[in-house]
């Protein structure tokens, strides 16, 4: 299986996997190249001291259409200058050529960095071009130091200027007949002033439309809602029906024949929930912010039911003010999708209010518990005192808690479509619970991406038949745990940092997948590796990642 670099290769470029060489100079990729070529903010050492870099030699480094340079910086710590040669090979000399800044043989100067570039010029016609820049640096006498930078250059050819070029100045082709001309221009400017007032009837119809419904009543449901009052001595009204009941639900993109996803239901069943577990507003106090987006909060919160001595503490999911009546109905149909569902690893949603003068709650039971991308960035780097150190074992309890969440929802022959560590809670006993992805889009906007289809998608965590198809099923759940997996032995690192999301469906296409992390063991990652084979058909079903899971937990344990 290829793998690609991600961000295992700038951790292992910092750890050094390597093997002593003689030689005395450095050979790296400045910041600003790595984060132009992968994404990160990193510096990316080759040769550090005279130590290569076995690790990060062995990765082919692919070259986006719209880099046209590589840049290589290096320096002498030998006290004296050292002597190199630069040779460049290239699989397609037809489709690419190269050039070099400085010369093909030369010396390596000292007291101070030099930074030198190689230049890329693609032909004129696409292709994927595989080049090797080998160097090779005399340390002693008898001794060198040789080197090879493999790159995939991407080259696309510019259809954007289709006429000829003269000394720099793109030549149209000259008309016979300038009458001709003239008529055209006429009809070019007529068409774009019609066009200019059909722009603006379009925006008036608009404007007077959003007005209209801002002034028309909001529709009122029935039995929701309570008639006591709020700490602010404000009567409480009818609630607002975010969800019609007898709105059919919008057509799925999945194509599960027996599987449905959590929210999947119709309008009218979420109607029923919502008549079921309606709590008053007067009895949720609301006491800090836990999470902030854009329109959607957390907050943390007491809840006072009726009859108990003491409240309760919850979480609570809401939308802000700005929020609009469709992101509203969202965070409604998406937060109830776990209601009814009765598993120590699932989150659910405890009561929900939906009244006329705010936006809906939805209430979670607070235990401790916290968001799981949150927890695993704090572990990796934590403000608040010495990051927390993450066993093996401790990772592989916690993915077995995941998993056996999961086989409970498939076995109700639901699918949940956005497993992911921002979609998981963790208390300090490292229990995990999985829960709903309301507000999550929100929350984590760098999860999610828009491929022009008007639908933020989690892009890097779909297999390769729902990016292509919005195919879901119980096997692209499957390889979204092992993309979680990933996430748990990376402690919460993006997945793919270097590829475009619009590049991602080739790129799996291609056979890449996640590099195994570091510190990661062979048995763990042989698991991520099972998820994410092409065929749905292939990858294991969750009953068997218990049984492979359990396995090497077992092994572990013998060891501690």
């Known amino acids: 299986m290829r793998l690609s670099i991600g961000a295992t290769l700038a951790v292992g470029a910092c750890l050094l996997l390597a093997e002593p060489v003689t030689g005395f100079f450095n050979l790296f990729l400045s910041q600003a190249e790595v984060r132009k070529l992968m994404g990160l903010k ?5 040769v550090r001291e005279g130590v290569v870099n076995e690790y990060a030699m062995k990765f082919v480094v692919p070259v986006p259409a719209a880099v046209h340079k590589l840049h290589f910086t290096w320096e002498s710590l030998a006290g004296r200058p050292l002597p190199y040669t630069i040779y460049v090979d290239i699989s397609n000399p037809a489709a690419l050529t190269t050039s070099l800044n400085v010369s093909e043989t030369g010396e390596i100067p000292t007291g101070g960095v030099q930074t030198w570039a190689l230049a890329l010029h693609c032909g004129p016609y696409d292709a994927e071009i595989d080049l090797s820049v080998m160097i090779s640096v005399s340390t002693t006498r008898r001794n060198s130091t040789r080197l090879e930078f493999k790159r995939k250059k991407i080259c696309l050819k510019d259809k954007s200027n289709s006429h000829p070029v003269i000394d720099g100045v793109s030549i149209a082709a000259s008309s016979t007949n300038s009458g001709g001309q003239v008529f055209y221009a006429a009809v070019g400017c007529a068409c774009a002033f019609i066009a200019a007032i059909c722009v603006l009837v379009l925006a008036y119809y608009v404007k007077d439309k959003k007005a209209r419904r801002h002034r028309e009543p909001l529709q009122e449901s029935r039995g929701l809602g309570s008639a006591c009052s709020v700490e602010r001595g404000t009567g409480i009204g009818p609630a607002q029906t975010f969800l019609s009941p007898d709105t059919p639900p919008p057509p799925s993109a999945a194509s599960v024949s027996t599987y449905r996803r959590l929210d999947e239901r119709s309008n009218r069943e979420l109607y029923e929930r919502i008549q079921e577990i309606t709590i008053q507003r007067c009895r949720v106090r609301l006491l800090s912010v836990e999470m902030e987006g854009t329109f959607g909060r957390v907050y943390r919160g007491s809840y006072h039911e009726e009859g108990a001595t003491t409240p309760k503490d919850v979480l609570v999911k809401t ?7 469709a992101q509203m109905a969202l965070l409604l149909r998406e937060g109830l999708s776990l209601y009814g569902l009765n598993h120590p690893g699932l989150l659910a949603v405890l009561g929900v209010s939906v009244e006329d003068r705010g936006a809906p709650f939805l209430l979670y039971p607070h235990t401790g518990y916290r968001n799981m991308k949150r927890f695993l960035l704090r572990c990796k780097l934590s403000s608040e005192g010495p990051a927390r150190a993450l066993t093996t074992q401790e990772l592989v309890e916690m993915a077995l808690q995941i998993a056996k969440a ?4 498939h076995r109700k022959r639901l699918v949940h479509r956005d ?4 979609n998981c809670v963790v208390d300090d006993e490292l229990r995990v619970q999985i829960a709903d992805n309301a507000l999550a889009r929100d929350l984590f906007p760098q999860d999610y991406y828009c491929l022009g289809d008007n639908e933020n998608r989690p892009i890097k965590w779909l297999a390769i038949e729902s990016l292509l198809n919005k195919s879901f099923s119980t096997a692209s759940d499957v390889w979204a745990f092992g993309v979680l997996l990933w996430e748990l032995t990376t402690l919460a690192q993006q997945p793919y940092v270097e590829v475009d999301p619009f590049e991602m469906a080739s790129y799996l296409r291609d056979g890449y997948r996640l590099a195994q992390p570091v510190n990661c063991p062979d048995e763990l990652f042989a698991v991520m590796a099972y998820c994410w084979a092409m065929s749905p058909d292939e990858r294991p079903t969750f009953s ?11 092994q572990l344990t013998k060891y501690v």
């Open 406 to 409: 999961v086989q409970y929802l």
């Open 544 to 554: 068997q990642l218990i049984v492979c899971l359990q396995e090497f937990h077992a």
């Open 42 to 46: 990193a510096e990316l050492f080759y």
């Open 419 to 422: 497993i992911a560590a921002r």
């Open 319 to 325: 939308a802000a003010e700005h929020a609009s009546q």
